[in-house]
């Protein structure tokens, strides 16, 4: 077995790549254990506290390292991110999840802030996870199947999300630019997984600026094709300014190379180089934090 991660491409029917809890860094999908056992550690490195055979169905919480954080079983671990493979979203058991918010947060038909709202979940209550799609939890809540924002839901051992925009969870957006922000998060997050193709602006292949100016586009708003043109005619703006569905910038020197969408809370989404993949990434720390020049404001 190779040990690196082997992407597996679906067809284009929702936001493929998810995860059931986030942290502040990280690409967020479901992923697959490839190794005919594979430890579970309690820290990066650290102490071995069980293990998981070949085919278990995990969510990826942080792959920011070679060490993933992962919930699988209920529980929260760190494994070799060397041995996961991204599979499409689909159902699976992940345990018991606590509600956390500061009064009650929707429990939705479907995975969208545009769905009908099931009921409301207050702090603390129980529910059984079941599977993610969209971005977003599925689970039940007396004997009702529906969706909620990973932002305000726990897996035993983690924490609640706190990149809201890396997985669709802004709710109650009072505007339609708020809305259509959201809009361009979501359509984005559906190419994960996608491959790097130079000279690529199509769903069978993205370089960076082809993959923001593709989602843009998608959204009845025409952007340029180059990063270095996106940055000139687009509302350049700080990292402090940055909201969801903003380009960011990367380069040396002042001269733009790359380009990406803001998703929230430092992170981005982006089609990097050859051999990669549309991803997440952090703008909190490494390279692309110092590679950083700018924001773009397109709304």
């Given at each position: 077995?190779?040990?690196?991660?082997?992407?597996?491409?679906?067809?284009?029917?929702?936001?493929?790549?998810?995860?059931?809890?986030?942290?502040?860094?990280?690409?967020?999908?479901?992923?697959?254990?490839?190794?005919?056992?594979?430890?579970?550690?309690?820290?990066?490195?650290?102490?071995?506290?069980?293990?998981?055979?070949?085919?278990?169905?995990?969510?990826?919480?942080?792959?920011?390292?070679?060490?993933?954080?992962?919930?699988?079983?209920?529980?929260?671990?760190?494994?070799?991110?060397?041995?996961?493979?991204?599979?499409?979203?689909?159902?699976?058991?992940?345990?018991?999840?606590?509600?956390?918010?500061?009064?009650?947060?929707?429990?939705?038909?479907?995975?969208?802030?545009?769905?009908?709202?099931?009921?409301?979940?207050?702090?603390?209550?129980?529910?059984?996870?079941?599977?993610?799609?969209?971005?977003?939890?599925?689970?039940?809540?007396?004997?009702?199947?529906?969706?909620?924002?990973?932002?305000?839901?726990?897996?035993?051992?983690?924490?609640?999300?706190?990149?809201?925009?890396?997985?669709?969870?802004?709710?109650?957006?009072?505007?339609?630019?708020d809305n259509l922000r959201q809009d361009i998060i979501d359509f984005a997050a559906q190419f994960l997984g996608t491959p790097y193709v130079y000279g690529g602006s199509t769903p069978?292949?993205?370089?960076?600026?082809?993959?923001?100016?593709?989602?843009?586009?998608?959204?009845?708003?025409?952007?340029?094709?180059?990063?270095?043109?996106?940055?000139?005619?687009?509302?350049?703006?700080?990292?402090?300014?940055?909201?969801?569905?903003?380009?960011?910038?990367?380069?040396?020197?002042?001269?733009?190379?790359?380009?990406?969408?803001?998703?929230?809370?430092?992170?981005?989404?982006?089609?990097?180089?050859?051999?990669?993949?549309?991803?997440?990434?952090?703008?909190?720390?490494?390279?692309?934090?110092?590679?950083?020049?700018?924001?773009?404001?397109?709304?």
């Open positions: 077995m190779s040990l690196s991660k082997r992407w597996i491409r679906t067809a284009i029917t929702g936001a493929v790549a998810t995860a059931l809890s986030i942290s502040a860094s990280g690409a967020l999908y479901v992923g697959q254990i490839d190794a005919s056992s594979l430890n579970l550690r309690s820290a990066p490195n650290g102490t071995v506290v069980d293990s998981a055979p070949r085919g278990t169905k995990v969510a990826v919480i942080n792959n920011s390292s070679e060490w993933y954080q992962i919930a699988v079983d209920g529980q929260t671990y760190y494994a070799s991110g060397a041995y996961i493979d991204w599979i499409p979203e689909c159902d699976f058991n992940l345990g018991t999840g606590t509600v956390k918010c500061s009064t009650t947060v929707n429990f939705r038909s479907q995975p969208s802030t545009s769905s009908s709202v099931i009921t409301s979940l207050k702090n603390g209550q129980k529910v059984s996870v079941i599977g993610v799609s969209g971005g977003w939890y599925k689970a039940t809540v007396n004997g009702k199947t529906g969706y909620i924002c990973p932002d305000y839901l726990t897996i035993n051992g983690g924490s609640t999300a706190n990149q809201s925009s890396a997985v669709g969870a802004t709710v109650n957006t009072s505007s339609s630019t069978s292949g993205f370089d960076c600026s082809g993959f923001t100016s593709y989602v843009y586009k998608n959204m009845g708003i025409s952007i340029a094709r180059t990063s270095s043109d996106q940055r000139s005619t687009t509302t350049n703006i700080s990292m402090d300014e940055l909201l969801p569905g903003d380009l960011v910038f990367f380069g040396s020197n002042n001269v733009v190379s790359h380009v990406g969408i803001y998703v929230g809370n430092g992170n981005f989404i982006h089609s990097p180089h050859t051999g990669s993949v549309v991803k997440y990434d952090t703008l909190a720390s490494g390279n692309y934090n110092r590679r950083f020049i700018c924001g773009g404001r397109v709304l």
